[in-house]
């Protein structure tokens, strides 16, 4: 079992609808993420979050809008996306050991999104 | 930004054959990790190897960092290691994660 949810599994949705995935993490790292992937392709990355705050946006299209209400919760939010948004979305986590310097980033199983 | 090559793009090997993939980088590098991503799209850390080898079980890992690439070794190998397999790094920023493209492995019964 993963160490990071997401819910939901999976998703369908229509160009006009509003939606939004969740992930959360209790590992106590303070570095979250959002990758979306498509079929046969590597992830490609979003967004990041360090302590709450918003570090990276990878000109993402306004459609999507992360929130980070807390040190444990990450959501996307979804509107007026296109079918080409249809992807699987990963989320990550990650904390830096200060005695070693690794950084491991740890992934959720991923949201499989359809839009219609 | 950091060029991350992947060798070979698909593998097919019978069970309880080994196997190489490779992973060059086109800079320095400050975290390297290599991930299995089974067929339902988990991505599963197989390795943190900025440096050195590593080993788990039958999968192995070494990273020469002045030669800029790093292997993955799987001996005897077996139809669930099938899936796609990603070395990841970053150069300089903290926190962005460069994925090669993959190699795609099948293990036949």
């Known amino acids: 079992d993963t160490e990071v949810t997401q819910t939901p599994k999976h998703l369908v949705m229509g160009m006009t609808n509003k939606k939004s995935l969740k992930c959360e993490q209790h590992?106590?790292?303070?570095?979250m993420y959002w990758y979306k992937q498509k079929a046969k392709k590597p992830p490609e990355l979003m967004f990041v979050y360090s302590y709450e705050k918003l570090s990276i946006n990878e000109s993402v299209p306004s459609r999507f809008s992360p929130e980070c209400p807390n040190s444990s919760l990450l959501n996307l939010h979804l509107h007026a996306l296109q079918p080409e948004d249809s992807a699987l979305y990963l989320c990550a986590s990650s904390h830096k050991n200060r005695a070693t310097g690794a950084n491991v980033l740890t992934f959720g199983a991923g949201s499989r999104l359809t839009v219609l | 930004g950091i060029q991350v090559e992947q060798s070979p793009p698909d593998l097919i090997l019978q069970e309880g054959a080994n196997s190489t993939l490779r992973c060059n980088f086109s800079d320095s590098v400050n975290n390297l990790q290599w991930f299995h991503q089974n067929p339902w799209g988990q991505l599963i850390n197989l390795f943190y190897i900025p440096s050195g080898t590593k080993q788990n079980g039958r999968l192995s890992a070494t990273t020469v960092a002045t030669e800029r690439y790093s292997l993955l070794y799987i001996s005897s190998s077996q139809t669930t290691d099938s899936g796609v397999y990603f070395c990841a790094t970053r150069g300089g920023s903290n926190y962005k994660l460069t994925f090669g493209k993959g190699t795609l492995l099948t293990v036949n019964p």
């Open positions: 590992m106590g790292h303070r570095a």
